[in-house]
């Protein structure tokens, strides 16, 4: 039997210690005892450096009695040269270099080593009044760094003193004389430790700042096992009560081992609409934790330090509103955040069990394995059979479709509106067997769907929540058939096949979006198929195009999330899913055989690699590899130029047809090539079409401002010549005479 409830008789165990580092840091002063003239004075880390030519370092107050935060004024400079080609274009887009060097009027900042004491122990402190330019600095800083309606601190920064213990964190906020702010982080706690943001000034109160540049002065090379992990959430038993006005209140069992020394607080992250009441450990002993209003990180006070290869055991009570509904339609605040996770990468083996109404339908990942009435409330247990990254669930006054496919494969359709749900069901049973056949067969033996009053989809293992759109859409141009296959192409690419690093996760989206878009060439048919991808294309080119011009330039796949900044919104999901699928749609023409049209090489390719990486995590570089050793060719030019590049070409054709003296056509053509490096290059599909619906097909390469060739002499006349048949590469194109 499931028991769900709060400690409302005992006292919270907020903790005082992250209050208190929020209150010294919110109210940070100088130490006017503590002022050092500096000369020559150098802060390295890796590939960039901070010199303090020559001023005054101000010390600030101990912020919980460690020395670590200062505040300079006077000359310096600041040295940043990111290794990879993709961050230095970055930087260029953002400040017109690939490499900065500039001048340095002021720098808050943070340390994480011992820094500030060796200047204490080799230098003669004065004592003054620090100069407006000191507190300008220090004010606007402070500004940036904590949240103050959240109770919001950088969790890198956080641990630096909620841990006591030393390592080479460096945060710098510089003012630059030619150049925005910028805030430079080099941070321990991340597998990519170097960072610079620029800072964009203040909106609705909000200080905001984007993520520029980042990278690891060890990349490529990413360990699997999340080396900056502390901890790793080994399982999670979930007891979630649904009350009949739609509050949570939700106990957490979480087992983890811990994979870092000198372990003293445990951040993770949680709904910011969910309280918490208690937090124990294994031995039921209450520990102290803090969780701003309006946060969604949650700080653990562990009561002893761990070290790696320990297990931590605990127990966390929690609760709110969090489910709402309006009319008909229930919906989360979100899909995710309703159990403590730590990171986005973790993968968990959940037991979940719920209490709800009896007027209410419940779904969730995994199996359905009890399921009782008593009174007027359901329990159900859901246990997947696997370890997982996210878990979910859906809850709502649903009427329930059942379908079964030919592949075995039980449907469980939970839906509200009931206009579309043949069409649906029809798509959820077809795209099923489709990817089992082109992929893998899959042994979920069953999948659970719900409608959501939202436009998106989402994916989980064994279960989908579906956009209410695609239940009232009758449209029949493949835009439904292509969101309803994508979602259950995430069951191969994201759940059966995992990504890296964000760096990575085209491998999930934008193969979700061209396996839907097969699909739906199956389903549809080949020109409904075009239109689709021609769509994707104009989106392409457009993108922030006006009659003023284009805007900041759009960033490559490689960026993954942090094609989303302040100034390029929206770029993620046109880079990520759009452009990535035609890498895709490219490779696919690429590998077509055009004397007899078979596909066998490219669905081999994405069949092996998702059979060598299912239940595994996988990189960009995984697949390339896996290219080069099926087709024996090299590939680095192909990914530098769609994957790492930003690039679009447009092509100019003309072509000149002339009879030959033994009556066959010799064909010479001539392509102008713009938009793009004079080193890119491309093979490109041309069609010749003759009377009688006859044609032949050839593949060209294209390399250089203009190429000129002629193709294979013909023994037909040819009616026309068609440049970038098959609409295989991603491309503006235009035609000119040969004259």
Not at 613 to 641: L, P, V
Not at 666 to 677: A, G, L
Request: proline share 3%; glycine share 4%.
């Amino acid at each position: 039997m499931l028991i769900i409830f709060l400690l409302s008789g005992t006292i919270h165990a907020k903790d005082y210690l992250f209050n208190e580092l929020i209150s010294q840091f919110t109210n940070l002063e100088f130490n006017q005892q503590k002022v050092f003239y500096v000369k020559d004075f150098f802060i390295s880390r890796e590939e960039t450096s901070i010199s303090l030519d020559s001023g005054y370092i101000y010390f600030c107050n101990p912020v919980l009695d460690k020395k670590a935060v200062a505040v300079f004024v006077g000359s310096g400079t600041f040295s940043f040269a990111p290794p990879l080609p993709v961050e230095q274009n970055q930087l260029e887009k953002f400040f017109k270099k690939k490499k900065m060097f500039a001048q340095i009027n002021s720098a808050f900042l943070i340390f994480g080593d011992s820094t500030l004491y060796d200047i204490e122990n080799v230098s003669s402190a004065s004592i003054h009044e620090p100069t407006s330019e000191a507190k300008d600095a220090l004010s606007l800083s402070i500004k940036y760094l904590i949240n103050k309606s959240k109770s919001d601190i950088p969790e890198d920064v956080a641990k630096v003193f909620l841990n006591g213990s030393y390592n080479d964190l460096l945060y710098a906020q510089l003012d630059l004389k030619d150049n925005d702010g910028v805030i430079l982080k080099y941070n321990p706690y991340d597998d990519e430790e170097i960072q610079l943001k620029r800072c964009y000034g203040s909106v609705a109160n909000n200080y905001l700042s984007d993520v520029i540049v980042q990278f690891s002065p060890h990349y490529p090379t990413i360990c699997l096992n999340n080396p900056k992990d502390e901890i790793d959430i080994l399982t999670n038993r979930l007891e979630c009560e649904i009350h009949s006005s739609l509050n949570i209140t939700v106990k957490s069992e979480l087992v983890a081992e811990v994979l870092k020394n000198n372990l003293k607080w445990i951040p993770l992250e949680l709904s910011d609409k969910l309280e918490v009441d208690s937090v124990f450990d294994g031995n039921n002993n209450q520990l102290h934790f803090a969780k701003g209003k309006e946060n969604t990180t949650l700080w653990i006070r562990l009561n002893k330090t761990s070290n790696q290869g320990d297990t931590l055991r605990l127990k966390l009570f929690f609760g709110g509103k969090y489910i709402f509904r309006t009319l008909d339609h229930t919906y989360l605040a979100s899909s995710l955040g309703w159990y403590p996770k730590y990171g986005y990468r973790e993968k968990t083996k959940f037991d979940i069990n719920f209490i709800y109404p009896d007027n209410y339908t419940l779904m969730s990942i995994g199996e359905n394995v009890s399921m009782e009435k008593k009174d007027d409330k359901f329990y159900s247990k859901w246990v997947p059979k696997d370890v997982c990254r996210n878990a979910s669930f859906n809850v709502g006054p649903f009427r329930l479709k059942q379908g079964k496919n030919k592949d075995s494969c039980n449907i469980n359709l939970y839906y509200i509106t009931s206009d579309q749900i043949d069409g649906i069901m029809g798509d959820l049973e077809q795209s099923i067997v489709f990817y089992n056949k082109i992929y893998d067969k899959l042994d979920y033996s069953t999948f659970n769907v719900s409608e959501i009053p939202y436009f998106h989809g989402e994916a989980f293992p064994g279960m989908l929540h579906l956009s209410f759109a695609t239940f009232q859409s009758n449209l029949k141009d493949g835009h439904n058939e292509a969101f309803v296959s994508h979602e259950v192409a995430h069951q191969w690419w994201g759940i059966g096949l995992d990504f890296v690093s964000y760096r990575d996760q085209w491998l999930s989206e934008a193969f979700s979006e061209y396996s839907a878009l097969m699909y739906t060439q199956q389903a549809v048919g080949t020109e409904e198929f075009f239109d689709l991808i021609d769509e994707s294309k104009k989106e392409l080119l457009n993108i922030r195009k006006t009659f003023l011009g284009k805007g900041v330039e759009e960033g490559p796949i490689c960026l993954g999330y942090r094609n989303n900044t302040l100034s390029t919104q929206g770029d993620y999901s046109t880079i990520i899913y759009k452009k990535g699928a035609w890498v895709l749609h490219m490779l696919r023409n690429m590998l077509i055989d055009l004397t007899n049209m078979k596909e066998d090489k490219f669905f081999a390719l994405l069949k092996e690699f998702f059979i060598t990486f299912k239940g595994k995590r996988a990189t960009t570089c995984d697949f390339k590899n896996m290219i080069e050793k099926k087709t024996n060719f090299e590939m680095d030019w192909f990914f530098n130029q769609w994957v790492e590049g930003t690039k679009i070409p447009k092509y100019t054709f003309a072509y000149k047809i002339e009879k030959r003296a033994d009556n066959q056509f010799s064909i010479k053509c001539r392509v102008k090539q713009e938009n793009v490096p004079p080193d890119f290059k491309m093979f490109v599909p041309v069609k010749i079409v003759y009377d009688d619906d006859k044609f032949s097909r050839m593949r060209v390469f294209i390399k250089g401002a203009v190429a000129e060739f002629e193709l294979p002499y013909v023994p037909l006349q040819p009616n026309k010549i068609i440049f970038n048949d098959l609409h295989s590469v991603l491309c503006e194109t235009d035609t000119e005479s040969w004259d």
